[in-house]
């Protein structure tokens, strides 16, 4: 990856774990309800689950994008308008209720597992092989560039808890 793209993925992985979604909501509330420290093992989960989910799609889509070139472009075109339309939902939903039912604060593992039907994750992981990866691309691209995506999910869905 150059390095312009480079710098172009860097600040597309901080806008899509920054800007609101299932997982920032989610975090917000566990910080409000049970604090940070708390929700700190939650923050681990949705940053290792985005990067396994990221490395196991880059990796099978390699395959379907081999088969069906004009698909990469398709799937980024449906994944723009599904991130401008969960945009359009979050600005216009009213605000979170922190005294629902109390129930303990979810975990590391209940964080990686809630990527696979979160939306908004396999949005980005697809975005990101459909943008950002040609279709020759190498498993050791794949694999940093789900390194880079969890290490800066860390701060960014992080401060969701801050904010909660």
């Known amino acids: 990856m150059n390095a312009s793209l480079f710098v172009s993925y860097l600040l597309f992985c901080v806008v899509m774990t920054c800007t609101p979604g299932p997982n ?19 923050v681990l989960g949705i940053a290792f689950g985005v990067a396994v989910q ?43 209720n922190i005294e629902l039912e109390q129930k303990p604060s979810m975990g590391f593992l209940q964080g990686a597992l809630f990527q696979w039907v979160n939306p908004k994750a396999w949005i980005i992981s697809i975005s990101t092989i459909a943008t950002y990866f040609a279709l020759n691309h190498h498993v050791s691209d794949i694999l940093y560039a789900a390194l880079i995506l969890m290490v800066i999910s860390i701060p960014c869905v992080g401060v969701w808890a801050v904010g909660g």
């Open 54 to 96: 990221l490395f196991a799609i880059g990796i099978g889509l390699n395959q379907v994008f081999l088969a069906l070139p004009q698909l990469q472009f398709i799937l980024s075109l449906i994944g723009t308008a599904y991130i401008l339309w969960l945009a359009w939902k979050i600005a216009a939903s009213g605000p979170l």
């Open 24 to 42: 920032n909501a989610l975090v917000m509330l566990s910080g409000a309800r049970f604090g940070i420290r708390k929700t700190l093992p939650l």
